[in-house]
DNA sequence: ATTAATTTTCAATATTTTTTGAAAGTTCAA
DNA sequence: TTGAACTTTCAAAAAATATTGAAAATTAAT
């Protein structure tokens, strides 16, 4: 295969994956186009080889800066802003896993703490289920909750390697 | 808070979250309905209680079935099936990781090793970086699809055991 | 201050996804 | 076999989401 079909195939890839799981196909598809690029691009650039509008290549980038994944550069004598990404891919799942985790696990969370705490018949078939899955899931939530909070101070190599040596 | 609002509250969060991570809202909102139902449910049960139509409700169950995530019932003398949600909590996870990897994760690593096998000039930036941040997430990917297979076989005590050892 | 380059905004439009509901299909007891 | 109970299908409609593009706002060099 060709360096360019594979590029375009990664972009393909990146942007199905990320709309399988709830992020904007573009967005991934942004991303996936500057973690490719050596160099940083230009909105211009990126609005042509995605061929996408301006008004949609303006908020996608904004949105990605908002979740850490690339940053804006500027260059001397130059006008035009340049968009270049992170590209140390540890970084980048901590950084997705942090703010999902604020984003959508916390709120979970708290509203599962709300629903525990209800009080009511023990008898009640209704009530005992209620509470049982509730509960369940919540001690689950917490989990996930605490694991992800330590990875996200953890480095890589460690991380894998613990993971590795408990699965042995 | 009463019983009843806290069901609903719990649907609405369950649904939510869902839509969040790429689940049909309406799919994960009638697997929270059976999950805290202490018994099996019609479909003209479902539809009343969600206010959805039969067809929906229809085609969503027969999705949650196809995740293993419920079981059709029948009871002696009854034309009507009941739909009853397994109350695992942790075999739940394993169920819907075990899913997404098949159809998500799966097809990406397979791409992704394609892409990894590009041969291209070393002295080009171009190829440097595309190869090098492919071959990055490819092994991101690997080490959450090996930590996924074990966690499909883990027992749920083990495994957060394990986990949360390692990170003492 | 002016202006040309560039970025941002957002109402309108297009696309994708989900839902509906009625018709067709199935099942089984009589 | 018939027909009532129930399930499935799927084309059409509705709802949700994403995209466009042109006007407005901003910026910085002169």
Redesign the pocket.
Same mark, same amino acid.
């Given at each position: 295969m060709e360096l360019a079909q594979g590029k375009q195939k990664f972009i393909e890839a990146w942007g199905r994956l990320g *709309?399988e799981w709830g992020i904007?196909?573009?967005?991934a598809q942004v991303h996936a186009l500057l973690l490719i690029s050596p160099e940083a691009l230009?909105?211009?650039e990126i609005m042509e080889q995605l *061929?996408? *509008?301006?008004?949609?290549?303006?908020?996608?980038?904004?949105d990605l800066i908002g979740w850490g994944l690339i940053e804006k550069q500027h260059r001397a004598?130059?006008?035009?802003?340049y968009f270049y990404a992170e590209k140390d891919v540890w970084l980048i799942a901590r950084q997705v896993a942090q703010e999902r985790k604020k984003r959508e696990l916390d709120p979970v969370l708290k509203v599962l703490n709300e629903l525990s705490s209800i009080k009511g018949d023990e008898k009640d078939p209704e009530y005992k289920t209620f509470k049982k899955s509730v509960g369940d899931i919540n001690k689950l939530a917490k989990n996930v909750d605490k694991t992800l909070a330590t990875m996200m101070k953890a480095e890589e190599s460690w991380f894998w390697g613990s993971i590795f040596k408990m699965f042995k």
């Open positions: *709309s904007n196909r573009t967005m230009t909105t211009e *061929s996408i *509008s301006r008004g949609n290549a303006n908020m996608t980038l904004r004598g130059e006008r035009k802003e």
